[in-house]
């Protein structure tokens, strides 16, 4: 889709998809993998940034099936295979993958949860 990777990279208002806890986890989402960008080295880094995904998609996952979300099955496995396979960085993470982490999420969140917007309650 071609989406402008943010540099540096922060979360900035063309990010906003208006559910106020899914905006605060896409920021910290964004902090975390600034900061594996900037020490690929630390795995601490890295697992936070695991985490930090996982307990992200599972609230967006949640709220999916709260409002009945039209598109819940394809978007859960946007986010399975994202999972499976951030799964297999390991550090020190490639400046290849760093850029891959990043494009991904900017293109998940503008092409992807841009749709659930106005449709979660």
Do not use: R
Not at 26 to 45: E, I, N
Not at 46 to 70: C, D, G, I, P, R
């Amino acid at each position: 889709m071609g989406f402008e990777i943010p540099e540096p990279f922060k979360w900035d208002d063309s990010f906003c998809v208006f559910y106020a806890t899914l905006d605060e986890q896409h920021k910290q989402l964004f902090q975390c993998l600034a900061d594996c960008g900037t020490s690929p080295g630390d795995d601490k880094c890295l697992q936070k940034l695991l985490e930090t995904v996982v307990n992200h998609f599972a609230e967006e996952e949640k709220m999916f099936s709260t409002f009945k979300y039209a598109d819940e099955a394809s978007h859960k496995a946007v986010h399975a295979a994202f999972v499976s396979d951030a799964s297999g960085l390991k550090c020190p993470i490639g400046s290849d993958k760093i850029a891959w982490a990043k494009d991904w999420l900017v293109t998940h969140i503008k092409g992807t949860d841009f749709k659930y917007m106005g449709k979660l309650g």
